[in-house]
C-alpha cells in the first residue's frame, strides 16, 4: 500500500477510539419563579405567568400602557356624580341632543320617542354607540311584530272573505256594498281598522259584517243602503222561498192551479240559481 492510500485510509475511516456517543441531554420542566428573591416569588401578580416569554410579554404591555389615561372603577360607595365622571371620560355626551341615530326613512320611532329615548339615555350614562344600538333594535323589533300582525290580518281577511262568499253565494257582492255603505255612513273607519286582540282588524270580523248586512236589509228602502246592480238571493234566502213555493197544499203540487206552472218554473230557476254558487 502507497503512502497517499495509508492517508487516505486514515481520514476516511475513523477508528473506533476516536468514535464518541453523545447521550440526549433530558429536559427538566424548571419553575423559573424558584430563581426570584423569596419576597417576591409567591406575589400574586406572577400568578399566571408560566414562563419567561409570558413575563416579558405582561412587561412589554405594561410599557405600553404608561402615560395612557386611565379610569378609576368607583367603589361602592361611589355617589351619581362619580359614575357621572367615568360615563364623560368613556365618551358620554355633554347633552342629550347630541346623540345621533341612523335609521331607515320607514322607521317606525318618531322624534318626540327619540328625544325622551335620549334624554333618559343620558341619564343612565349610556354611549353614543349604546344608545343609537338600542334604538336600532328597538325599530327593528316593531317592524317585525308589525309585518307579522299585517300577515295576521290578511289571512284572517281572506278567511273571512271566503266563508262570507260560501255564505252569501251570488249575492256576495251585494250584500257586502250595501254593508260597506252603511259602514262608512255610520261608523268611524279608524274604528273599523283597529286590531283586536289577536292583531286582526275590527272590520274584517265575518261576525261585523253580517250584522251589517242584516240592518242593511232592514233599511232596504233608504237610497243609502241601496247597492247598484241586479239582486241576488243568498243560499238560505233561495231555500226559504223554495220550501214557500213547494208547501203542501201550494200551487206547485196542484197541477188544475191556474199558477202551477209559474210555481214550478219559480221553483226550478231556483234550485238552478243555487246550484250555479
Request: proline share 5%.
Amino acid at each position: 500500500m502507497s503512502d497517499q492510500q495509508q492517508v487516505a485510509a486514515t481520514t476516511t475511516e475513523p477508528s473506533e477510539a476516536t468514535q464518541t456517543t453523545t447521550a440526549p441531554v433530558e429536559e427538566k420542566n424548571i419553575d423559573w419563579k424558584t430563581t426570584l428573591p423569596d419576597d417576591i416569588k409567591t406575589d400574586e401578580s406572577l400568578k399566571h405567568i408560566q414562563d419567561v416569554s409570558s413575563l416579558a410579554k405582561s412587561y412589554i404591555h405594561a410599557q405600553k400602557m404608561v402615560g395612557a389615561d386611565k379610569i378609576a372603577v368607583p367603589n361602592k360607595y361611589a355617589t351619581e356624580d362619580d359614575w357621572k365622571i367615568v360615563y364623560e371620560k368613556l365618551g358620554l355626551p355633554k347633552s342629550p341632543d347630541q346623540y345621533k341615530y341612523e335609521l331607515p326613512q320607514d322607521a317606525q320611532v318618531d322624534e318626540n320617542t327619540l328625544k325622551e329615548f335620549s334624554k333618559n339615555a343620558h341619564n343612565l350614562g349610556l354611549l353614543p354607540q349604546q344608545a343609537a344600538g338600542i334604538v336600532n333594535f328597538y325599530n327593528d323589533l316593531v317592524n317585525k311584530s308589525m309585518g307579522e300582525a299585517d300577515n295576521k290580518a290578511m289571512s284572517f281577511r281572506d278567511n273571512s272573505t271566503r266563508e262570507l262568499k260560501m255564505e252569501y253565494g251570488q249575492a256576495y257582492d251585494q250584500k257586502i256594498s250595501q254593508a260597506k255603505n252603511l259602514a262608512n255612513s255610520s261608523i268611524d273607519a279608524a274604528f273599523l281598522n283597529s286590531p283586536m286582540a289577536d292583531g286582526t282588524k275590527v272590520g274584517d270580523h265575518p261576525a261585523l259584517v253580517r250584522g251589517l248586512v242584516k240592518l242593511a236589509e232592514q233599511m232596504g228602502e233608504d237610497k243609502i243602503m241601496q247597492a247598484s246592480g241586479p239582486a241576488y238571493l243568498t243560499p238560505k234566502q233561495i231555500d226559504k222561498q223554495i220550501a214557500e213555493l213547494t208547501s203542501n197544499g201550494s200551487a206547485y203540487w196542484d197541477k188544475n192551479h191556474p199558477n202551477h206552472d209559474e210555481a214550478v218554473e219559480e221553483v226550478l230557476a231556483l234550485r238552478d240559481q243555487k246550484s250555479s254558487l
